[in-house]
C-alpha cells in the first residue's frame, strides 16, 4: 500500500477577491509549469507535466445548527 504524506497545507478565511487573486496566480504558474507555495518560512515548488489529471467536486455538508456547509474542491493530479 501506498503511503500519503503532506508536503504543504493551508486553510485560511479570505476574501472573495482574495481567493480569486490567489486562484489567478495559480494559474499562471500552472501555465508556465511550476508552482511555488509558500506559507511563513515553508515553500514546495512543483514542477508539472503537459498533461495533468483534473478533478471537480460540490458538496454539501449538514453542519447541524450552523447550517449546510458547500464546498468546491478542485483536485489536480499527476505522477513525478
Excluded: N
Excluded at 37 to 49: D, I
Excluded at 61 to 78: A, C, N
Amino acid at each position: 500500500m501506498s503511503e500519503e504524506i503532506t508536503l504543504f497545507e493551508s486553510t485560511e478565511q479570505k476574501s472573495r477577491p482574495d481567493v480569486s487573486a490567489f486562484l489567478q496566480q495559480l494559474a499562471e504558474q500552472m501555465a508556465e509549469g511550476r508552482i511555488v507555495l509558500r506559507q511563513g518560512q515553508k515553500e514546495v515548488v512543483l514542477q508539472l507535466p503537459a498533461t495533468l489529471t483534473l478533478e471537480v467536486q460540490v458538496e454539501d455538508e449538514d453542519k447541524g445548527t450552523r447550517g449546510i456547509q458547500r464546498s468546491l474542491e478542485v483536485e489536480i493530479k499527476w505522477f513525478g
